[in-house]
């Protein structure tokens, strides 16, 4: 997938950290209360889902 204009691929940002993802992602607790703050200051998510891509294996 190419990113919209004036943005680079996510693994070309030095701070996107993509090998520490899967570890945050274990840290249920971690990822609610980080759900949790962007609610906070952005309001709850609404809508149905996107549709698109699932990727290899969806729901995986």
Known sequence: M???AGLKPVWQYP???LDG???FM???AGVERW???FALY???VRGGP???WLGLRPGA
Request: net charge positive; charged share 25%.
């Open 2 to 4: 190419v990113p919209p």
């Open 15 to 17: 701070n996107g950290n």
């Open 21 to 23: 993802f899967p570890r």
């Open 26 to 28: 274990a840290d249920r």
């Open 35 to 37: 759900k949790q703050t």
């Open 42 to 44: 952005f309001g709850e």
């Open 50 to 52: 996107s549709p698109g």
